[in-house]
T-cell receptor, first 116, second 111 residues
Framework: DADVTQTPRNRITKTGKRIMLECSQT?????MYWYRQDPGLGLRLIYY???????NKGEISDGYSVSRQAQAKFSLSLESAIPNQTALYFC???????????????FGPGTRLTVL | GNSVTQMEGPVTLSEEAFLTINCTYT??????LFWYVQYPGEGLQLLLK?????DKGSNKGFEATYRKETTSFHLEKGSVQVSDSAVYFC??????????FGAGTILRVKS
C-alpha cells in the first residue's frame, strides 16, 4: 500500500462549488504539505502543517483552506472553486530528522482537479 | 526569497545519449539542493540530493554536484534509457523544509 494517498484522483466540478481534497499518510510524519502543479510553473506551496495544531499559509493560499484532522490526515478545501484553480494538486509529508532542511519529502500520487 | 531556475524543455534524446539538465539557484547562505523526478501519472520522488557545497549526489546513474561558485546543481547522466522519460524538478528548501521548485524539465528518451 502507498504511504501517501490522495482522494479523489480526478475531479471535475463547476465554478462556485465547494471541493475537498483529502490526504492520508502512514509514514508517521508530523509535517504535511499541499502543493499545486501548473505547467511551466513547477510546484507551488499552498499550505503546510508542522503538527496537528500548527498550520501555516504558503505562497498561494488565497482561495484555499486546510484542516489537519489528525497526524495522518490533511485536507485541502476550495470554498468556492474557480477555473484558474484547475491544476494538479499534491500532498507531501516529511519527518524532522535533522534541523538543516535536508529531509526528504514524500509525495502522494496527485489529484487532477478541473473547474469548469 | 529563494528561487530555482531550470532549463526549459522538453529535452528529447535518443537512448544512450548523454543528459544534462541545468539548474541554478538564488538563496541566502548555502541551502541543501534536491532533484525530484515525476514519472508519468505519479507523484514526485526524490532522485538525489546534496547537503553542502562541493557535495555530489548520485542515484540510478544520475549525478549532480553542488557548486557554490556558480550557484548551480546541474543534473547529468551518461547514458539515458527510455525508462528515464519523466519530468525532473530541481528544488531547494526554505524554513520548515518547505520546498521551492524550479519549473520542471520534461525529458523524452526515444528508442
Amino acid at each position: 500500500d502507498a504511504d501517501v494517498t490522495q482522494t479523489p484522483r480526478n475531479r471535475i466540478t463547476k465554478t462556485g462549488k465547494r471541493i475537498m481534497l483529502e490526504c492520508s499518510q502512514t509514514k508517521g510524519h508530523d509535517r504535511m504539505y499541499w502543493y499545486r502543479q501548473d505547467p511551466g510553473l513547477g510546484l507551488r506551496l499552498i499550505y503546510y502543517s508542522f503538527d496537528v495544531k500548527d498550520i501555516n499559509k504558503g505562497e498561494i493560499s488565497d482561495g484555499y483552506s486546510v484542516s489537519r484532522q489528525a497526524q495522518a490526515k490533511f485536507s485541502l478545501s476550495l470554498e468556492s472553486a474557480i477555473p484558474n484553480q484547475t491544476a494538479l494538486y499534491f500532498c507531501a509529508t516529511s519527518d524532522l530528522v535533522s534541523h538543516t532542511n535536508t529531509d526528504t519529502q514524500y509525495f502522494g500520487p496527485g489529484t487532477r482537479l478541473t473547474v469548469l | 526569497g529563494n528561487s530555482v531556475t531550470q532549463m526549459e524543455g522538453p529535452v528529447t534524446l535518443s537512448e544512450e545519449a548523454f543528459l544534462t539538465i541545468n539548474c541554478t539557484y538564488t538563496a541566502t547562505g548555502y541551502p541543501s539542493l534536491f532533484w525530484y523526478v515525476q514519472y508519468p501519472g505519479e507523484g514526485l520522488q526524490l532522485l538525489l540530493k546534496a547537503t553542502k557545497a562541493d557535495d555530489k549526489g548520485s542515484n540510478k546513474g544520475f549525478e549532480a554536484t553542488y557548486r557554490k561558485e556558480t550557484t548551480s546543481f546541474h543534473l547529468e547522466k551518461g547514458s539515458v534509457q527510455v525508462s528515464d522519460s519523466a519530468v525532473y524538478f530541481c528544488a531547494q528548501p526554505e524554513y520548515g523544509n518547505k520546498l521551492v521548485f524550479g519549473a520542471g524539465t520534461i525529458l523524452r528518451v526515444k528508442s
